[in-house]
């Protein structure tokens, strides 16, 4: 059976790109990853509210290293406001409080993955008010949570091969 092919250039041909939303992110190199995995992703990354560091930060440039040019990059005082801009648009809140694993969900390219900080996450209400969009990564019972940039890619990856690789 031969392989399929998953290429970048079969990547670049979505009709939209996957935006992920990082509202207050407090660690650098977590956001530095997120950044270069959407450059290797061709996705849009949205920063929203107080940032735990600078965007001129060593760490955060390290961990995207030189891919930050091939990413864009836009920030937001708030969710609300990006909300507004993007109204026409579905938002996907990941919460370890939502009830509705991410792998029952069928995602659209343009869809908006929306990821909280890595102290906080999403505000409650948040998750509680949009329990239809509100999605959470299966993990072993009594663990807290898993890394910001780990979850991400788990949660665009899988946005991506629904959408994408087999198209």
Known sequence: ???????LQKMTNM???????????????NTGNIARLCACTDCELYLVGQLGFHLTDKY?????????????????????????KFSDKKFYYISTKAKKFYAEE????????????ETKGLPKGLIEN???????????????????????????????????FLS
């Open 1 to 7: 059976m031969k392989a399929k092919d998953f290429s």
């Open 106 to 117: 069928k995602f659209k390219s343009g869809d908006f993955l929306v990821f909280g900080s």
């Open 15 to 29: 009709k939209e790109p996957f935006r992920i939303v990082l509202v207050e992110p407090q660690i650098p190199q």
């Open 130 to 164: 949009n329990p239809d969009k509100s999605l959470k990564i299966q993990m072993k019972e009594g663990q807290r949570s898993l890394n910001l940039s780990n979850s991400v890619a788990i949660i665009l990856y899988e946005a991506i091969r629904q959408t994408d």
């Open 60 to 84: 955060v440039k390290r961990a995207g290293l030189d891919y930050w040019e091939d990413v864009k990059i836009e920030q937001y005082k708030s969710l609300e406001e990006l909300k507004q």
